[in-house]
T-cell receptor, first 116, second 111 residues
């Protein structure tokens, strides 16, 4: 089991550029989550998918953020255009079944995004 | 949402038992309690999960009183490598939106 794989590990970009973060969940997991972590706000849930379908995106900060899950093994989080305040560590997590009962979240190691 | 409250930080010495308590006064009937550990530059990692009474695994124990309004993570004989942030998470299977992390507890283990 390779765990949840995120790429890239680090991304540095200039304000206004498009940024795409990628995630490969654990095979067989049917839930996928995108979190953002900053010192000020901690871990925030941005959006989650169930069986590749977005269920709740109320945590997505603005229209500049979008997420897709074209298949069970791949998801992207896109920021267009990026702004300095988007600088954070973005985590992807996956789980199986009814999360919160017997299905812990499995996190990737995150993408550290710096927007200058 | 079931909000959680934890101490911001704790210090301990190697070899001691550490207990971190999480308060969750408005926990719902079908909510489980899950604890995660996070090291710098890594994602949170699952430690233990429980619903009531006591749960023990090879890493930790989780104590949950009858009213379930709090829970205590117990780490036996900590080592320097246990220095990390520990999060208490309360959520149900009904809506993953409820999987909201609190601010966590920074545990520092001293030699």
């Amino acid at each position: 089991d390779a765990g949840v794989i995120q790429s890239p590990r680090h991304e540095v970009t200039e304000m206004g550029q498009e940024v795409t973060l990628r995630c490969k969940p654990i095979s067989g997991h049917d839930y996928l989550f995108w979190y953002r972590q900053t010192m000020m706000r901690g871990l925030e849930l941005l959006i989650y998918f169930n069986n590749n379908v977005p269920i709740d995106d109320s945590g997505m900060p603005e229209d500049r953020f979008s997420a897709k899950m074209p298949n069970a093994s791949f998801s992207t989080l896109k920021i267009q255009p990026s702004e300095p305040r988007d600088s954070a560590v973005y985590f992807c997590a996956s789980s199986w079944g009814a999360t919160g009962t017997n299905s812990p979240l499995h996190f990737g190691n995150g993408t550290r995004l710096t927007v200058t | 949402l079931a909000k959680t409250t934890q101490p911001i930080s704790m210090d301990s010495y190697e070899g001691q038992e550490v207990n971190i308590t999480c308060s969750h006064n408005n926990i719902a009937t079908n909510d489980y309690i899950t604890w995660y550990q996070q090291f710098p530059s890594q994602g949170p990692r699952f430690i233990i999960q429980g619903y009531k009474t006591k749960v023990t695994n090879e890493v930790a124990s989780l104590f949950i009183p009858a009213d379930r309004k709090s829970s205590t993570l117990s780490l036996p004989r900590v080592s320097l490598s246990d220095t990390a942030v520990y999060y208490c998470l309360v959520g149900a299977g009904g809506s993953a939106r409820q999987l909201t992390f609190g601010s966590g507890t920074q545990l520092t283990v001293l030699p």
